[in-house]
């Protein structure tokens, strides 16, 4: 069992940065590949980037790469979302999630969620 906090979210404007954090309780945060996904107003939550069990390999969604880098700190059971020149189209909650296996872009494939946390990006 893994329980999820999200935090750092806020309002940028577009270009902007902010880097989002996702704690986890629990036993064993090795042992789970991490995501972040996300949901914007109207839509359905969608894939945004995972890193695998030591963080030798990560994946990402077309949509942020070259701006977006997903990283892991075991020692602190925490998974970060660096996000860089942000866009209004990025606006959304943004939720962390762990799997157990690497590559999962699929929503339904990831067991535990956090509760996410909002982004907005002003124009």
């Known amino acids: 069992q893994v329980q999820l906090v999200e935090s750092g979210g806020g309002l940028v404007q577009a270009g902007g940065s902010l880097r989002l954090s996702c704690a986890a309780s629990g036993r064993h945060f090795s042992n789970y590949v991490m995501g972040w996904f996300r949901q914007a107003p109207g839509k359905g939550r969608e894939f945004v980037a995972s890193?695998?069990?030591?963080?030798?390999?990560?994946d990402y969604a077309d949509s942020v790469k070259g701006r977006f880098t997903i990283s892991r700190d075991n020692a602190k059971n925490t998974v970060y979302l660096q996000m860089n020149s942000l866009k209004p189209e990025d606006t959304a909650v943004y939720y962390c999630?762990?799997?157990?296996?690497?590559?999962?872009?699929?929503?339904?494939?990831?067991?535990?969620w956090g509760q996410g946390t909002q982004v907005t990006v002003s124009s």
């Open positions: 890193i695998s069990w030591s963080g030798a390999r990560s």
């Open positions: 999630a762990a799997d157990t296996w690497f590559p999962r872009t699929a929503e339904s494939s990831y067991d535990y």
